[in-house]
């Protein structure tokens, strides 16, 4: 309740502060505005959303299936752990907007451009994470299953991805908010279809109600797909709740 008080306090003033201060309509359209251009545009906002869903999906769908074989391989090889682990960390320090281009160049205008460009964003939270959960497990658990008996994959699997199940789960809710920016960024550089596309035609248009309109519904998609993790982590570690209970 709250947070949809704070929502709807933002919106009014919004809606106040564009009538009050006069704003022209392509620097900040009133909130009434935007709705309604996104009420007479939902047909083509809904492809467009589409689009730009499946993209942040599928990559950050691939980015936690190879961020999690990164974060095993880091835990399990100790030459990975002082070579890929620190350049994974490095990567880091290049602006991912100046590999995007390169991105486009490697694999065109299609949808895996886009998607190269989410991974670019997703990757690095997700395996970080994961390696920071390995690496918390607590060592008297791995050595009490050693003494019992336990070989180096039930050791694994009984104690360390339990123990790193947090920090994927805090790496993929990272990685899902700014999965969306990522595809944005994509489909700015090299798409024809997508939100992202839509907002940046919409500006070179000075259609300002029709730019926030885009705006608005890719924030609420990485909303929409922080919640969905959200609910997963719960579900997947709904028996650690129940223990603390």
Same mark, same amino acid.
């Given at each position: 309740?709250?947070?949809? +008080?704070?929502?709807?306090? +933002?919106?009014?003033?919004?809606?106040?502060?564009?009538?009050?201060?006069? #704003?022209?309509?392509? #620097? &900040?359209?009133?909130?009434?505005?935007?709705?309604?251009?996104?009420?007479?545009?939902?047909?083509?906002?809904?492809?467009?959303? @589409?689009?730009?869903?499946?993209? @942040?999906? +599928?990559?950050? $769908? =691939?980015? @936690?299936?190879?961020?999690?074989?990164?974060?095993?391989?880091?835990?399990?090889?100790?030459?990975?752990?002082?070579? &890929?682990?620190? +350049?994974?960390?490095?990567?880091?320090? =290049? !602006?991912? #907007?100046?590999?995007? !281009? #390169?991105?486009?160049?490697?694999? $065109?205008?299609?949808?895996?451009?886009?998607? @190269?460009?989410? =991974?670019?964003?997703?990757?690095?939270?997700?395996?970080?994470?994961?390696?920071?959960?390995?690496?918390?497990?607590?060592?008297? =658990?791995g050595e009490l299953l050693r003494t019992m008996g336990a070989g180096r994959f039930d050791r694994f699997r009984k104690w360390k991805i339990p123990s790193a199940l947090p920090g994927f789960f805090t790496g993929l809710k990272m990685a899902a908010a700014i999965s969306v920016g990522g595809a944005t960024l994509g489909e700015w550089l090299g798409g024809e279809n997508g939100l992202g596309m839509y907002t940046k035609r919409a500006s070179n248009m000075l259609r300002g109600e029709a730019v926030f309109s885009g705006v608005l519904l890719l924030s609420a998609m990485g909303v929409l797909l922080f919640l969905v993790v959200l609910a997963v982590e719960r579900a997947a570690l709904a028996h650690r709740r129940n223990k603390n209970e």
């Open positions: 309740m709250p947070v949809v +008080l704070f929502i709807l306090l +933002l919106a009014a003033a919004w809606e106040a502060g564009a009538r009050m201060f006069e #704003i022209p309509h392509y #620097i &900040i359209p009133k909130l009434s505005d935007v709705l309604v251009s996104m009420g007479d545009n939902w047909r083509l906002l809904s492809k467009h959303f @589409a689009i730009t869903l499946g993209e @942040a999906v +599928l990559g950050l $769908g =691939i980015s @936690a299936v190879f961020g999690v074989l990164a974060a095993v391989w880091i835990e399990s090889s100790g030459l990975a752990k002082k070579t &890929i682990y620190p +350049l994974i960390v490095t990567s880091q320090t =290049i !602006p991912i #907007i100046a590999l995007s !281009p #390169i991105m486009v160049m490697w694999f $065109g205008y299609e949808i895996w451009s886009k998607v @190269a460009v989410v =991974i670019l964003f997703t990757f690095f939270p997700i395996a970080v994470n994961t390696a920071d959960g390995f690496r918390s497990a607590d060592p008297d =658990i």
